[in-house]
C-alpha cells in the first residue's frame, strides 16, 4: 500500500505579504482541494536556520509543530488567563507553554487540546477573517491521530520524515479524491530543501509590489505582538522589510524556470479575479463552472472576510485590501529612495516607478 505521504500536496512558497492567506483561501474554496492553516513543513522541523536534512532538538521540534505554526498556534504569553494557566499547572505543574513537551505524547496532546479549548474565549479574534468553512488545524485531527503523529514527531531523524508524518496525518483527514494545499509565506527561502522533499510537488507563487509589502508587513508585525501570537518577533524597519523583499525576487529569478512552478501577481489577481483564477485551476487540471467562480470570489471577497469595503483599515489580518498603498503612505522622497533600492527587482516583475504596471513577463508566470 502506498503511503499517504508519498502524495505531493500543492505548495504556495510565497511571497510575504503579498497575498498567500487569500490565496490559501480561494484554492480552499475548489470542492477538490483542502487548505491547511499555515506551517512552513521545512521550517517546523528545521528551524529558522536549514542545516542540511539536520533537525530542532526533540523539545523544540515539537514546540514548532504543536504550538508555534498557524496550524497549532499557542500564545507565547497567558497572563491573565486564569483558566489556561490552571489547564498548565494542573497538568504540568508550571506555567509555562514549553513545559507541556517535557509530558508523554498522550498528556500533552490533552494539554494542547484542553488550552484550544479555551483559547477562543480568552483572546479576542476580532483581528482574523470571517469564515464559514475553517481551515483544518490541529483540532481537525482526531485525538489518537495527533498523538500519533507527536510521537513520530519526536522520533524522527530528518526533517523530510517528520514533514512525511504531518502529510500522512493530514491526508486521514480528507476525502480520497482531495489534495492538500499548504501555504508556507515565506517558503521560497526553502525552494531547494522542499524540491529535494516533494521534487513533483506543483508550487504557486504569488508575488506584489515590494513597496506595498513593506507597509503591509510593519502592520502585520505591529499587530501580532499586539495579540501575543507566537510566531512574529522580528523588527518592523520599512527598508529592512523592502531589502528582504529584493533578495526573495533575486531567489525567484533563479527558479522562475520549473515546470511546476506557477508565477502569478497580486495586483492581477484584485483586478481580474475570475480570469486568473480560472487559469490557475486550469493550470492545476481542476475542472471548474462559471459558478465555481462565482463562489470563490463571493467567499474570499475583501468584504466578505471583513465586512469592510476595500481602502477601509482596521487592525485586521485583512487590513485595507488595496494595491498601490505605498503611492499615498510614501513621501516624495521616501518612493525615490525605494526605487532606488529596489527599482531592478519591481521592473522585473513588471511594476515601474510611478505606479503603473506592465505585463507580468517572466518564465513561469500565470498565462490567461
Known amino acids: 500500500m502506498v503511503k499517504q505521504a508519498s502524495r505531493a500536496p500543492l505548495f504556495i512558497i510565497g511571497m510575504?505579504?503579498?497575498g498567500t492567506s487569500w490565496l490559501l483561501r480561494i484554492l480552499?474554496?475548489?470542492?477538490?482541494?483542502r487548505g491547511v492553516k499555515e506551517i512552513d513543513l521545512i521550517g517546523a522541523g528545521a528551524g529558522k536556520v536549514v542545516n542540511g536534512d539536520a533537525l530542532l532538538p526533540r523539545k523544540e521540534r515539537l514546540i514548532s509543530y504543536f504550538s508555534a505554526n498557524a496550524w497549532a498556534a499557542l500564545p507565547k504569553d497567558l497572563a491573565g488567563n486564569t483558566q489556561a494557566t490552571s489547564i498548565l499547572a494542573r497538568n504540568t505543574g508550571s506555567e509555562s507553554i514549553s513545559s507541556i513537551f517535557e509530558l508523554s505524547a498522550e498528556k500533552a496532546i490533552d494539554t494542547?487540546?484542553?488550552l484550544y479549548a479555551v483559547k477562543s474565549k480568552h483572546i479576542s479574534l476580532d483581528w482574523a477573517p470571517n469564515e464559514k468553512h475553517q481551515?483544518?488545524?490541529?483540532i481537525d485531527v482526531p485525538r489518537a491521530a495527533l498523538i500519533e503523529l507527536y510521537k513520530r514527531i519526536a522520533a524522527a531523524v530528518s526533517i523530510y520524515e517528520a514533514a512525511d508524518a504531518f502529510l500522512e496525518t493530514m491526508y486521514l483527514i480528507i476525502?480520497?479524491?482531495?489534495?492538500?494545499?499548504?501555504?508556507?509565506?515565506?517558503?521560497i527561502a526553502r525552494y531547494g530543501y522542499l524540491n529535494k522533499w516533494k521534487p513533483s510537488g506543483k508550487k504557486v507563487l504569488i508575488v506584489r509590489d515590494g513597496r506595498d509589502v513593506a507597509i503591509s508587513a510593519v502592520h502585520y508585525r505591529r499587530l501580532m505582538r499586539s495579540v501575543k501570537r507566537a510566531h512574529v518577533d522580528d523588527e518592523d524597519d520599512y527598508w529592512n522589510l523592502l531589502n528582504a523583499w529584493r533578495n526573495r525576487v533575486n531567489i525567484l529569478r533563479d527558479m522562475a524556470n520549473d515546470g511546476n512552478l506557477v508565477i502569478l501577481r497580486y495586483e492581477d489577481l484584485m483586478l481580474n479575479f475570475k480570469k486568473i483564477v480560472a487559469a490557475l485551476f486550469s493550470w492545476l487540471d481542476l475542472a471548474y463552472a462559471d459558478t465555481t467562480l462565482d463562489e470563490v470570489y463571493q467567499a474570499t471577497s475583501f468584504e466578505t472576510l471583513t465586512d469592510r469595503k476595500p481602502g477601509e483599515s482596521a487592525q485586521h489580518l485583512l487590513r485595507r485590501g488595496?494595491?498601490?498603498e505605498w503611492k499615498e503612505v510614501l513621501s516624495p522622497s521616501d518612493s525615490q529612495n525605494a526605487w532606488q533600492v529596489a527599482g531592478e527587482e519591481l521592473t522585473f516583475l513588471g511594476y515601474t516607478e510611478f505606479g503603473r504596471y506592465e505585463p507580468l513577463d517572466i518564465a513561469g508566470a500565470l498565462l490567461i
Open 175 to 187: 476525502d480520497h479524491r482531495s489534495n492538500l494545499v499548504l501555504k508556507g509565506a515565506d517558503l
Open 16 to 18: 510575504y505579504k503579498s
Open 322 to 324: 488595496m494595491i498601490g
Open 28 to 33: 480552499d474554496k475548489h470542492p477538490h482541494l
Open 135 to 138: 481551515l483544518l488545524s490541529v
Open 112 to 114: 494542547i487540546l484542553e
